[in-house]
């Protein structure tokens, strides 16, 4: 009898500590099914609602309107005794809308002026490599933004560049 009762004792203890035991992993469990079905329903409607938002605001972008310059001819700043040298430059304008070539090209002589003012100024040194062209195009642009104001040209473009 007194087996009975060690066994009945260890039984007795022992089932409420894996009643237990099974109740917290049963607990973890559904949190973690739960966490993971709300992680999902998150990304879902984040991605769904995101991709929406974008496609209705971005409509089709225009594309650029080029207004020509027209072509010049100058010759480049030297020391005296040295030789000559020509530049030959062909550039075009980018605006962002039609209306604004319109509006550009009453003031065209104005921007003529301005670079060609400028351009007269440079040596060939200064033309030299990507980076002397790229300091070219970001000045020209910076003087024809302020030449036919308040229009804004995105860009100075050259269509061809060619020092003699």
Request: proline share 6%.
């Amino acid at each position: 009898m007194a087996e009975n009762e060690q066994a009945e004792g260890a039984g007795g203890e022992g089932a409420p500590v894996s009643v237990r035991g099974n109740k917290f992993k049963l607990i973890i469990i559904v949190v973690g099914v739960l966490g993971l079905i709300g992680a999902g329903a998150a990304t879902y409607f984040f991605l769904s609602h995101h991709g929406k938002e974008q496609h209705a605001e971005a409509p089709a972008p225009k594309p650029p309107v080029f207004v020509d310059v027209p072509d010049m001819l100058v010759n480049l700043s030297a020391a005296p005794g040295d030789r000559v040298q020509y530049l030959r430059v062909k550039i075009a304008l980018e605006v962002k809308e039609e209306k604004q070539a319109e509006e550009i090209k009453p003031s065209m002589p104005r921007v003529t002026d301005i670079f060609q003012t400028y351009l007269r100024e440079l040596r060939a040194s200064d033309l030299s490599g990507s980076a002397g062209l790229f300091r070219l195009k970001e000045e020209l642009t910076k003087r024809v933004n302020v030449a036919v104001a308040p229009i804004k040209v995105s860009a100075v473009l050259f269509k061809e560049i060619v020092v003699q």
